[in-house]
């Protein structure tokens, strides 16, 4: 069964960065479009950033000049570069294709950007 495990996140000040990694067991990004999602307390996963299987790339406006997405084929991994982070970037961020697949989600790492 396919899940995604996500890594790299963690405690930043704001204004710093977190390069987020995300991996599976097969290159599954090769077939499907891929997402970075997120989940702050209280709200609902919203997609913040996608990339399509072709490279090209779309961010929510929120995230737009400060985060991109990419593909890492030398770890055969979709990451998230968090450039700029602030305190409203603070969620659980995920990553799953693009739309999601319910039975795909992994359990996501933790990004807390506080002083």
Known sequence: QVQ??????GLVQPGGSL???CTNSAPIYRLYDM???RQAPGQARELIAHITTTGRTNFVD?????????????LDAVALQMNNL??????????NT???RPGYW???TQVTVSS
């Open 19 to 21: 390069r987020l990694s």
């Open 35 to 37: 997402g970075w999602y």
């Open 4 to 9: 995604f495990v996500e890594s790299g996140g």
């Open 86 to 95: 602030k305190p409203e970037d603070t969620a659980v961020y995920y990553c």
């Open 62 to 74: 929120s995230v737009k000049g400060r985060f991109t997405i990419s593909i890492d084929n030398a």
């Open 98 to 100: 693009q739309p999601a």
């Open 106 to 108: 992994g359990q996501g």
